[in-house]
């Protein structure tokens, strides 16, 4: 009885040890950042990123190269509307990377916006533009890392990730709320260092984020003022309305699925809910140490991500909603097929 006690105690310890941050091998800052006149030859992506819903496998070596760059396209959320999206890696959202706590990034970015957009008319080409990024995994001195880089130029720095989560990454250049809803954000997810804990069937990522868009011509181009007043006209999982309607994602019932979930905003909060079933465990921010249980839904602001986790109990769809149903209806929801 004595040692089952004991046993008990020493296992509660060793977890709260384990969820409590290590501040020794905490590595503050980096060398300088570079910004070099000349842009990258090399136009793809690279380092341990995936496009959402796909979660990226990390990288075995203490140093990861990741390099993406922005770009300015047409860039298409339904059916019919269409708009000019300033991006990361060619995509809203930007792609998603995935480290382990103690990676160090050795990342570069070229600002392209200067290139041509090569899918609209030249006459509706988008001005080119400065443009920057802001990892909240990082802890650097953001006005040498995230700073502004002009358009051919290319930055170059490197960060080592010290906490485990999910967290977000977008341009943080003035007027920061135009560039996030023309699209330049996205989620780096940080994985303790022996991985997150527990076997689960299924892994995706959501990226929730809000459009605000008015009509130009044939297309569609971003609206400060609409945001300004917090009123999308379009919020979205992984950037496009309701297209887990349209191809849900492909589920076993009775297997456990876990949910890398962002919200990036840019201005109004989520509450993350699974039709049918209740949501077993939760990080919140994506670290093991802020575990909740049993929920029915999870509220995120902006800039919040949790990891959740659950079964589909039986076969059948499952619908997935921003449960502030207005955002529901302005396209974020999205559904499981259970089989
Ligand atoms: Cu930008």
């Known amino acids: 009885m004595r040692n089952e006690i004991l046993g008990a105690l020493f296992l509660f310890a060793g977890c709260t040890q384990n969820n409590k941050p290590d501040n020794s091998k905490m590595v503050y800052g980096s060398p300088k950042a570079t910004v070099s ?14 496009f959402a819903p796909e979660v990226p496998k990390t ?27 300033w991006m990361f890696g060619h995509s809203v959202p930007g792609p ?27 006459s509706m080409n988008m001005m080119p533009m400065p443009h920057s990024i802001d990892f909240h995994a990082a802890m ?3 006005a040498d890392k995230y700073r502004t880089v002009e358009p051919g130029e290319t930055i170059h720095f490197t960060w080592t ?10 341009c ?9 809803i023309y699209g330049m954000i996205g989620m780096a997810i940080v994985e303790p260092k022996n991985g997150y804990p527990g076997k689960v069937d299924h892994e995706f990522a959501l990226v929730q984020n809000e459009y605000y868009l008015k009509k130009q011509g044939e297309i569609y ?65 994506g670290n093991p140490g802020n575990e909740l249980v049993g929920m029915q839904s999870v509220y995120l602001g902006p800039a919040s991500g949790a990891i959740i986790e659950f079964v589909l109990p039986e076969k059948g769809r499952y619908t997935f909603v921003d449960h502030s149903f207005a955002d529901a209806e302005m396209g974020a929801i999205g559904s499981f097929d259970a089989q």
């Open 140 to 142: 650097v001195n953001p």
């Open 221 to 285: 181009i971003p609206d400060t003022s609409s945001a300004r007043i917090k009123q999308p006209s379009f919020v979205t999982f992984n950037g496009k309305v309701g297209q887990y309607i349209l191809k849900p994602l492909k589920v076993k019932a009775g297997e456990r699925i876990r949910l890398y979930v962002l919200n990036a905003g840019p201005n109004n909060a989520t509450n993350f809910h699974v039709i049918g079933t209740i949501l077993d465990r939760v990080w919140l921010d």
């Open 37 to 50: 006149s000349q842009a990258n030859g090399d136009t793809a992506n690279m380092g341990p990123l995936a």
């Open 161 to 170: 990730a010290n906490y485990p989560g999910v967290f977000m990454y977008h």
């Open 59 to 85: 990288q075995d070596a203490d140093t990861v190269d990741v390099k993406f760059d922005v770009t300015h396209h047409l860039f298409q959320i339904s059916k019919t509307v269409s708009y000019t999206a």
């Open 96 to 122: 998603i990377l995935k480290l382990r706590v103690g990676q160090t990034v050795r990342f570069s970015m070229t600002n392209r916006s200067n290139d041509t957009m090569t899918n609209m008319p030249l």
């Open 172 to 180: 943080g250049t003035p007027m920061v709320l135009m560039h996030m």
